[in-house]
Antibody, heavy 119, light 108 residues
Framework: QVQLVESGGGVVQPGRSLRLSCAAS????????MHWVRQAPGKGLEWVAR????????EYADSVKGRFTISRDNSKNTLYLQMNSLRAEDTAVYYC????????????WGQGTLVTVSS | EIVLTQSPGTLSLSPGERATLSCRAS???????LAWYQQKPGQAPRLLIY???SRATGIPDRFSGSGSGTDFTLTISRLEPEDFAVYYC?????????FGGGTKVEIK
């Protein structure tokens, strides 16, 4: 069965960096686009970034453009999110999510990892 | 950017009742590329509906989606105890991908 397991969250000071990972299993990782979606405490869902199945194309929400980088290692079945210049408003649970071929909705989600940006 | 507005913010109903949730888009959603998700406290969202009206794998038939263009609806025909949760719509017809603010379905 499809499994997505995020890791790397924690408490970080404003302006610092953090890298999240998402280990995928149960499907052919290299065949599917992947996304990061976040949810601030008590708030709704916000799409953050996506990457094509082969890593050749990335796209970002305006709120993170220039600070976050999505990447993947298909040999390790792992998705990453490098987060730089973190701000208090980046505090959220970060989910990795898979989309089915050719459509950008999310058919599988990880359990999420909490990132807290605070001094 | 397409803004999705969900209403009502909270729906108070009893088990067995019918729930009707609305999602309105600020502009037409291309090819009716609209999805619905259910989220329970402490859990990740779960896909219910895609393409405005197609149920995802394993979703009970009491959940149905309808609508087109800018107006979409999620209907739960008879609420079961496990259906009390927050529901989000999401459009994937244009970039950036956007979500509605959610509707909480609570026990009356």
């Amino acid at each position: 069965q499809v499994q997505l397991v995020e890791s790397g969250g924690g408490v970080v000071q404003p302006g610092r960096s953090l890298r999240l990972s998402c280990a995928a299993s149960g499907f052919t990782f290299s065949s599917y686009g992947m996304h990061w979606v976040r949810q601030a405490p008590g708030k709704g869902l916000e799409w953050v970034a996506r990457i094509w199945y082969d890593g050749s194309h990335e796209e970002y929400a305006d709120s993170v453009k220039g600070r976050f980088t999505i990447s993947r290692d298909n040999s390790k079945n792992t998705l990453y999110l490098q987060m730089n210049s973190l701000r208090a408003e980046d505090t959220a649970v970060y989910y990795c999510a898979k989309h089915p071929s050719a459509y950008d909705y999310f058919d599988y989600w990880g359990q999420g990892t909490l990132v807290t940006v605070s001094s | 950017e397409i803004v999705l507005t969900q209403s009502p913010g909270t729906l108070s109903l009893s088990p067995g009742e019918r729930a009707t949730l609305s999602c309105r888009a600020s502009q037409s959603v291309s090819r009716n590329y609209l999805a619905w998700y259910q989220q329970k406290p402490g859990q990740a969202p779960r896909l219910l509906i895609y393409g405005a009206s197609s149920r995802a794998t394993g979703i009970p038939d009491r959940f149905s989606g309808s609508g087109s263009g800018t107006d979409f609806t999620l209907t739960i025909s008879r609420l079961e105890p496990e259906d009390f949760a927050v529901y989000y719509c999401q459009q994937y017809g244009s970039s950036p991908l956007t979500f509605g603010g959610g509707t909480k379905v609570e026990i009356k």
